[in-house]
Structure formats: C-alpha cells, structure tokens
Nanobody
Framework: VQLQASGGGLVQAGGSLRLSCAAS????????MGWFRQAPGKEREFVAA????????YYSDSVKGRFTISRDNAKNTVYLQMNSLKPEDTAIYYC???????????????????WGPGTLVTVSS
C-alpha cells in the first residue's frame, strides 16, 4: 500500500487542522492505521491509532481530548482532526499502516509496515 498524507500547514495556537492520509494500491480496510509525529530534534512519537474497522482507537496522553482519528474505508482514507492546537504540536506528521487480521490498534513505530512521506504542521503562538 502507498500512503500520502496531506492537510498540514501553518495555524495559530487554538486553531484546528484536519490531516488526511490517502491510500492507494490496496484497500485500507485490511490495515490498522496510525498517526505519528516528529518534531525538530526529537524522536518520532505515537499520536493516535485506529483498528481496521474503526471500532477501536487509542491516543497519546498529549493529544487525548483534542485530536480525533477516524477512517473512511470506502474512500480509502484515514483522518486526524486536530483541535485546540498548541505550539508543541508543531511537527511533521506521518501516517502508517499495518496489515492485520484482527481488530487491535498498533501503538509502536516498529508495529507498522508502511509509512507515508509526512506533512508539516506548524502552530504559532
């Protein structure tokens, strides 16, 4: 599967953005999906994950209550709605996919098989 993230940009603190991750070559319904981010000088960190069907989701503590991950398997797209953005949310955001037969969410970098090239989110104070 090939992944392409989009929707990043510059936003003021308190604002919102919605990231999209479009998949091609294979249907995303067979993949657990996740979002990660990497800020300058820091390691890539987990943001949110969603199971194949969308029934299960999981968030890092730093974004819980502000971000929402969702998926539209018919459109082969996963979304990350980001509200109440903070300067510390500034990072390159990556989507990832793991081929799976179950309904689990995947929380670690190593758990994913495919990665997109990322989209930059900049939150100004």
């Amino acid at each position: 599967v090939q992944l392409q993230a989009s929707g990043g940009g510059l936003v003021q603190a308190g604002g919102s953005l919605r990231l999209s991750c479009a998949a091609s070559a294979r249907p995303i319904s067979i993949y657990a999906m996740g979002w990660f981010r990497q800020a300058p000088g820091k390691e890539r960190e987990f943001v949110a994950a969603i199971s194949r069907s969308g029934d299960n989701t999981y968030y890092s503590d730093s974004v819980k209550g502000r971000f929402t991950i969702s998926r539209d398997n018919a459109k082969n797209t996963v979304y990350l709605q980001m509200n109440s953005l903070k300067p510390e949310d500034t990072a390159i955001y990556y989507c990832a996919a793991r081929l799976t037969l179950n309904t689990a969410v995947v929380l670690t970098n190593q758990g994913y098989d495919y990665w997109g090239p990322g989209t930059l989110v900049t939150v100004s104070s």
